[in-house]
C-alpha cells in the first residue's frame, strides 16, 4: 500500500519536473525573442543615428554656405547703396549748381566782356590757388613695392603704435601700447627696445589727456595726437617740456572710423616729405578717404582733398610724396596689400597703379607709419612691432601696369 503511494507521488513530482522544464525553456525562448527584438532595435537606432548626424552635418554645410553667400550679397548690397547715395549726392549737388547759376547768370547775356580781361581774371585765380597749394612738387617719388620684413619684437597690447621722430637724427622710439592710453614710453634706441626688460629703461612720458586709435605721430619733438572723448580735437604736446603747445578742430572729422577694420581710430595722422597730415572717413560721401595737409607750426588746415579711396575693408594708410596708400585686408585676418592710391598732384591715378601686396605675413595691422628720412613703414601688426622696407622711384619714370 505504501508503495502505491510512494509510486504515484514520483510520478507526480516528475509530471511537475517537467512542466517546471517546459516552462523553463518557454521562458528561455521568450527571453531569447526579446533579446533578438531588442538587438534589432538598437542596430535600428544606431542606423538612425548615424543618419541623423549625416542630415545635420549636410544641414549645417548647408546653411554655412548659405550664409556665406548671403554675407556676400549683404556686401554687394551695401556697396549698391553706397553707390546710389553717391550718385544721388552728386545729383543733387549738380541740380543745387545749376539752380545757382540760372539764378546767377541772365538769360540773355547784355555785356559783354573783353576775353584778354577774362583770360587775365583766370590766370590769377590760378596763380592764387597755385600759391596756396604749393605743397613741394619737388617730391616725386612713388611707391613700387615693399621689400621685407623684420619683426622687431613682440610687446603691448593686440593694438597699438610705435615710432620714431623723422624731423631729427634722434634714434629715440616712441611707444604707444593701447588705443586709449595717457602714457607713452620713449626709448634712447631700438637696441634697447628690443631688450627683454624693456620698460626699465624707457621714460615715461604721460599725457593730460588719454589719446584716441592709433594715428598719433611725433614729428620734430612734438605729439600730435586725436584726443580721445573729443569729436575731431588734435593735440600738440611737446615731448621734452611735456606741455600742450596747441590744439585744433579738424573740419568733417571723427564721425565714423577712418578704416573700417580699425574702428578704434577716427583720426590718423600721418608724416611724409611734405609735412604733416590727416586721414579721415566721410559719411556724406560713401565713407570715402578724405586727407588734409595741416601746418604743424600753427596746426591750420592748407587744404583738402576728397579721394576715391574707400574705408571700407580698409586697415590703415600712409603718405609718400603727397600721394595716399591705402591698405586693405579680409576681416578675418590675411595678406595686407595697396589698392588704392591718391596723388595729390595728379602725376600718378590709381587706374596705371597695380596692386602692392605686403610680404607673406598672416594678420592684421593697427597702424602703418612711413618714416621719410628711412624710407620706411613702423607697423603694429597683432601685437608685433614690424618694420617694412620700402622700393621706390620716380613717378615720371612710367606706370606700374593695371589693377
Known amino acids: 500500500m505504501h508503495y502505491c ?46 543618419d541623423i548626424m549625416k542630415y545635420v552635418q549636410e544641414l549645417y554645410a548647408f546653411s554655412k554656405e548659405m550664409r556665406a553667400r548671403l554675407d556676400g550679397l549683404g556686401v554687394y548690397r551695401t556697396e549698391f547703396r553706397s553707390e546710389v547715395e553717391s550718385v544721388v549726392s552728386r545729383v543733387e549737388r549738380i541740380e543745387h549748381d545749376i539752380d545757382y547759376l540760372e539764378n546767377r547768370s541772365p538769360v540773355q547775356p547784355c555785356v559783354e566782356i573783353d576775353d584778354r580781361l577774362l583770360e587775365q581774371q583766370v590766370k ?90 592709433t594715428g598719433h605721430v611725433v614729428y620734430n619733438g612734438f605729439l600730435y595726437f586725436h584726443k580721445s572723448g573729443s569729436l575731431n580735437e588734435i593735440i600738440k604736446f611737446h615731448i621734452r617740456n611735456r606741455t600742450v603747445t596747441d590744439s585744433m578742430l579738424l573740419p568733417g572729422a571723427g564721425r565714423v572710423p577712418v578704416y573700417q577694420l580699425s574702428p578704434f581710430t577716427f583720426i590718423d595722422l600721418a608724416i611724409d616729405e611734405l609735412g604733416l597730415w590727416s586721414i579721415h572717413a566721410d559719411p556724406d560721401t560713401g565713407r570715402k578717404i578724405v586727407i588734409t595737409k595741416i601746418d604743424r607750426g600753427s596746426l591750420s588746415v592748407e587744404h583738402s582733398w576728397d579721394t576715391s579711396c574707400s574705408s571700407e575693408d580698409a586697415e590703415a594708410a600712409f603718405l609718400i610724396c603727397g600721394t595716399l596708400y591705402v591698405v586693405y585686408n579680409s576681416r578675418y585676418g590675411g595678406r595686407s596689400r595697396i589698392q588704392c592710391l591718391y596723388d595729390i598732384h595728379d602725376m600718378i591715378s590709381n587706374e596705371e597703379s597695380q596692386i602692392l601686396y605686403f610680404p607673406k605675413r598672416y594678420g592684421s595691422h593697427s597702424v602703418m607709419h612711413y618714416n621719410p628720412k628711412e624710407k620706411q613703414i613702423y607697423s603694429w601688426d597683432d601685437g608685433y612691432q614690424t618694420i617694412y622696407r620700402l622700393v621706390t622711384k620716380q613717378k615720371n619714370e612710367g606706370s606700374l601696369g593695371s589693377i
Open 124 to 213: 590769377k585765380a590760378q596763380g592764387k590757388k597755385a600759391d596756396k597749394l604749393k605743397l613741394g612738387t619737388d617730391c616725386d617719388a612713388m611707391l613700387t613695392s615693399i621689400k621685407s620684413i623684420k619683426i622687431v619684437k613682440k610687446a603691448g597690447d593686440v593694438h597699438g603704435s610705435w615710432m620714431k621722430d623723422p624731423s631729427k637724427s634722434s634714434p629715440k622710439i616712441y611707444f604707444f601700447s593701447g588705443t586709449k592710453n595717457t602714457t607713452l614710453l620713449e626709448f634712447p634706441n631700438i637696441k634697447e627696445f628690443t631688450e627683454s626688460n624693456f620698460t626699465q629703461v624707457a621714460r615715461n612720458v604721460t599725457l593730460p589727456f588719454p589719446w584716441q586709435g
Open 5 to 50: 503511494y510512494l509510486k504515484v507521488f514520483i510520478v507526480v513530482l516528475l509530471i511537475q519536473v517537467i512542466g517546471n522544464a517546459q516552462r523553463i525553456t518557454q521562458d528561455i525562448i521568450i527571453m531569447q525573442y526579446f533579446e533578438s527584438r531588442i538587438a534589432m532595435l538598437e542596430d535600428r537606432l544606431i542606423k538612425c543615428d548615424q
